[in-house]
């Protein structure tokens, strides 16, 4: 079994199945990104994911919103990870809250509903890579860089086959089964590209890869607010 299965999951989008229990990185994610301001009503931000969705879906659009600041941080980390591309990954960030929106109906309940919300990113990502005319930017080395920028760029310089299974399997720490099944590939191509991926970024950073892991392609609140901005003027729920 490859390395990266022996992992624990540690990113989760939020409370699921009556559930409270959140990992660290996830209440770090929410505490940085959700505002005073936020929560429509008392204890919205308790809810779970499954709960939040009822009450959009009976007529309450605003809970929308934690789900959103919920779910942002994960959804941004995958679609910057597989395009190489801040402004790429935003318009994947806004597209996937867009379209999880207006098909909120078909939620499929078997599965929780931050990895739903991703398989949407990863097919938007997927897509947004076959409209790119030129490769993504490789990284660059630069002096005097921020551990997590080095982990950012190094993970640019994969190349795409390593690159996309590198963020799912081992930045966001999904199953490669379950990575396999959303891109429609063999399971062992999934293994084979995250540990060779997983390899490369290490002969370039060494033992401080680990502490940089969870911290890669974070998603700032300035950044969020926008997208949050726009994904309601595209809703008509500004």
Known sequence: MSEPEHRARKT????????????????????ALAGPDVFSSPGADLLSDELLVDRVLAGDPPHYEVLMRRTAARLFRIARGMLGSNHHAEEVLLSTFVRAYENLG?????????????RIAIHGSLAALKRQSTPPPVGRRRQQLEL?????????????????????????????KDVAESLGVPAEAVRVGSYRGRLAVRRLLGA??????????????STLDDVMRKVRARLGLA
């Open 208 to 221: 401080r890869f680990d502490d940089a892991e969870s911290r890669a392609f974070g998603l700032d609140l």
């Open 12 to 31: 989760r989008s939020g409370p699921s199945s009556g559930s409270f229990k959140l990992a660290r990185v996830e209440v770090q994610e929410l505490a």
């Open 148 to 176: 997590v920028r080095q982990l950012e760029d190094a993970v640019d310089g994969l190349p795409q086959r390593f690159r996309v299974p590198f963020t799912l399997c081992v930045l966001d720490e999904m199953f490669p």
């Open 106 to 118: 078909s939620y499929d309940r078997r599965l929780r509903f931050g990895d739903w919300l991703s």
